[in-house]
T-cell receptor
Framework: QKEVEQNSGPLSVPEGAIASLNCTYSDRGSQSFFWYRQYSGKSPELIMFIYSNGDKEDGRFTAQLNKASQYVSLLIRDSQPSDSATYLC???????????FGTGTSLTVIP | EPEVTQTPSHQVTQMGQEVILRCVPISNHLYFYWYRQILGQKVEFLVSFYNNEISEKSEIFDDQFSVERPDGSNFTLKIRSTKLEDSAMYFCASIPRSGRVYEQYFGPGTRLTVT
């Protein structure tokens, strides 16, 4: 069973702060890791993907991957109220093209 | 910008009825997916489809479900005899080719309500 675990939150941060979202996964064969943002009633929207251990930065977002610890995180710098959403961690294994999603972490950025 | 489209946006049906959910993937994409998300729960993979056949399916995708690409553009999910627990958002997605999973884009979803 391929599990992806996230703290469901809610996580609240003040505007301008750093939001830190965490995810662990069970399948050591997982190859690629994704963070999606989902607003209520909408479809998931890809924010970041990461394949290699270490950090990957894109604008205000940084994804961090540690395959030894089976851990992936997302940092959002200078958080904005528009960042308020549910953040989904997803994992793709090398056995196929399907994704396994976590339950998501609800983030609220307080103005 | 190309996008995945889905129709209808909301479908209400009675238990035991058949429903067909429709998707138009991005035109040059070759792999197609259906996911579902029960309210408040995680997004769950149902099935992937390539070259006019199912390439992978989950335990959820039982004999009540089927997929089809009846023409060059539409991709459909049929539920033969709906149950209350089929009520969920159903998302279609596509990627251009194998391995390009970072280019997976989701459609806006169809909300299925079974009464």
């Amino acid at each position: 069973q391929k599990e992806v675990e996230q703290n469901s939150g809610p996580l609240s941060v003040p505007e301008g702060a750093i939001a830190s979202l965490n995810c662990t996964y069970s399948d050591r064969g997982s190859q690629s890791f994704f963070w999606y943002r989902q607003y209520s009633g909408k479809s998931p929207e890809l924010i970041m993907f990461i394949y290699s251990n270490g950090d990957k930065e894109d604008g205000r977002f940084t994804a961090q991957l540690n395959k030894a610890s089976q851990y992936v995180s997302l940092l959002i710098r200078d958080s904005q109220p528009s960042d308020s959403a549910t953040y989904l961690c997803a994992v793709n294994t090398n056995t196929g093209n399907q994704f396994y999603f976590g339950t998501g972490t609800s983030l609220t950025v307080i103005p | 910008e190309p996008e995945v489209t889905q129709t209808p946006s909301h479908q209400v049906t009675q238990m035991g009825q058949e429903v067909i959910l429709r998707c138009v993937p991005i035109s040059n994409h070759l792999y197609f997916y259906w996911y579902r998300q029960i309210l408040g729960q995680k997004v769950e993979f149902l099935v992937s489809f390539y070259n006019n056949e199912i390439s992978e399916k989950s335990e959820i995708f039982d004999d009540q479900f089927s997929v089809e690409r009846p023409d060059g553009s539409n991709f459909t999910l049929k539920i033969r005899s709906t149950k209350l627990e089929d009520s969920a958002m159903y998302f279609c997605a596509s990627i251009p080719r194998s391995g390009r999973v970072y280019e997976q884009y989701f459609g806006p979803g169809t909300r299925l309500t079974v009464t």
